[in-house]
């Protein structure tokens, strides 16, 4: 049997936890569950979990404040959001404090199961030694680090860092965005559209110190990364 994935569930609805975690141990998840931010910040530091799924509105501590604690000492775990809130400001703010999904509420046991294992698939590929060449920019896509010449290195989110991995491995060659949304997102709609809008906007701005690199928007397909 393959081994179980550990996992940390914050949720303060207390049936829908409860719920959500026996869905997840019948299906070989160990389940770390919490009813508010504090406890599940004390359990991501004494458990070691995977992954997290977050709720965003919890007592104490909401999901968004823990996200953003623990992207200050962890760059890499994956992060996924439950949330009922549905405008895009708040889907936006959730990827851009590093999260790596969401999941609107009510939400099928089987979606959360296949992100969950989607985002920790793709996190075990991360850790293979990738050091590549982008212009005059060093990127260290393990550790998610972007590097201009001898300049000090730039930090990258999980989901920069994983965007530009794509963009770089498809160079001069249009990146189709429904694809690209489905990969890294879990879908192509349209708040997902307007995060990636966002990312890209903000790739563009840590690469622009070498002039040959741009990210263009091929209105209708894609982007693409030239260099």
């Known amino acids: 049997m393959a081994e179980k994935i550990k996992l940390l569930l914050a949720e303060d609805e207390t049936a829908l936890g409860q719920i959500i975690k026996e869905s997840l141990e019948t299906r070989n998840f160990e389940v770390i569950l919490c ?6 910040f004390e359990k991501y530091k004494s458990e070691a979990p995977e992954i997290l799924v977050l709720d965003v509105m919890m007592p104490k501590k909401d ?6 604690e623990i992207r200050a000492i962890d760059d890499a775990i994956p992060i996924i959001f439950l949330t ?39 996190t075990k ?31 990258l989110t999980h989901r920069e860092a994983h965007l530009l991995f794509h963009l770089l491995k498809n160079k001069n060659q249009v990146l189709d965005r429904s694809l ?46 030239t260099v």
Do not use: C
């Open 84 to 122: 009922s809130k549905s405008q895009t400001a708040d889907v936006v703010e959730g990827f851009s404090i590093g999260g790596n999904d969401y999941l609107k509420k009510p939400f099928s046991m089987e979606e959360l199961i296949v992100r969950i294992h989607n985002l920790v698939d793709r």
């Open 63 to 68: 999901g968004f404040t823990l996200a953003k």
């Open 35 to 40: 009813d508010n931010g504090e406890k599940a």
């Open 125 to 155: 590929v991360q850790k293979v030694s990738k050091i590549l060449e982008i212009g005059d920019y060093t990127f260290n896509f393990p550790k998610q680090q972007l590097q201009y010449k001898s300049d000090d290195s730039i930090q």
């Open 180 to 225: 690209i949304l489905n990969k890294l997102w879990g879908t192509d709609d349209f708040f997902s559209a307007r995060s990636m809008d966002v990312f890209i906007t903000k790739l563009r701005k840590k690469l622009k110190k070498d002039a040959d690199i741009q990210i263009i928007n091929v209105r209708g397909f894609g982007y693409k990364l």
